[in-house]
T-cell receptor, first 110, second 114 residues
C-alpha cells in the first residue's frame, strides 16, 4: 500500500532563516505531487504541484519554492523565511484525481 | 477562475441532530467533487467523492452528498451526528481542464455537543 511521509512534524525558525521541508511517497511510481498551506479559516491553498521529476508548477507568487529531485520526493524551500510563512504545510500525492495527504508540518516563524 | 464556497465556517450541533453542510462551486463544465475530513490530530482523508452517475453518493461513517448540477452544489449530509464527527470538513472540486489540480473550500468546523 502507499504511504506518504513528511518531516519534520513541527519546526520553529527565525525570520530570515532558510527552510527545507521534505515529502516522500512510498508504494507508487510517478505520482503527481502537491504542496498546500492550510491556514485557519482559509482552507487549503495549493502552492505547487508536480507531474514529474524536475517539473514544478507554481500556483501563487510567494517566498517559497519547490523541487522534485527524485520521482517520489518533493521538497518545499525558502532562502529567507518571512513571518507570513507560518502555517501548516501539507504534502499530497495522486495517480488520477483523488489526492492522499501526508501528516503535515507545523511551521512557526518568529 | 474556479472556486469553491463553503457557507458555514463553524457549525455546532447536539448529538443525534441532522447535519447539512453547504458547498457551491463555480465552473460550468464537467467536474469531480469531493468532501474531505480532518479529525483532530489526524491526516486529511477522503469522506466521499462524485465522478459521474448517481448524483447521490454515500461515503464513510454514514455521510452522503448530493450533486445538483443546476445549482452547482454538492452539499454534505448526515441524518444523525455523533460526538466523533467533530472535525473540519472541506469541499473540493477538480475540473477536467486541470486534471492535476483540486481546489478546496475554506472548510467548515463541526463541533458536536455530547
Amino acid at each position: 500500500s502507499q504511504t506518504i511521509h513528511q518531516w519534520p512534524a513541527t519546526l520553529v525558525q527565525p525570520v530570515g532563516s532558510p527552510l527545507s521541508l521534505e515529502c516522500t511517497v512510498e508504494g507508487t511510481s510517478n505520482p503527481n505531487l502537491y504542496w498546500y498551506r492550510q491556514a485557519a479559516g482559509r482552507g487549503l491553498q495549493l502552492l505547487f504541484y508536480s507531474v514529474g521529476i524536475g517539473q514544478i508548477s507554481s500556483e501563487v507568487p510567494q517566498n517559497l519554492s519547490a523541487s522534485r529531485p527524485q520521482d517520489r520526493q518533493f521538497i518545499l524551500s525558502s532562502k529567507k523565511l518571512l513571518l507570513s510563512d507560518s502555517g501548516f504545510y501539507l504534502c499530497a500525492w495522486s495517480k488520477a484525481v483523488e489526492q492522499f495527504f501526508g501528516p503535515g508540518t507545523r511551521l512557526t516563524v518568529l | 477562475a474556479q472556486s469553491v464556497s463553503q457557507h458555514n465556517h463553524h457549525v455546532i450541533l447536539s448529538e443525534a441532530a441532522s447535519l447539512e453542510l453547504g458547498c457551491n462551486y463555480s465552473y460550468g463544465g464537467t467536474v469531480n467533487l469531493f468532501w474531505y475530513v480532518q479529525y483532530p490530530g489526524q491526516h486529511l482523508q477522503l469522506l466521499l467523492k462524485y465522478f459521474s452517475g448517481d448524483p447521490l453518493v454515500k461515503g464513510i461513517k454514514g455521510f452522503e452528498a448530493e450533486f445538483i448540477k443546476s445549482k452547482f452544489s454538492f452539499n454534505l449530509r448526515k441524518p444523525s451526528v455523533q460526538w466523533s464527527d467533530t472535525a473540519e470538513y472541506f469541499c473540493a472540486v477538480n475540473v477536467y481542464s486541470s486534471a492535476s489540480k483540486i481546489i478546496f473550500g475554506s472548510g467548515t468546523r463541526l463541533s458536536i455537543r455530547p
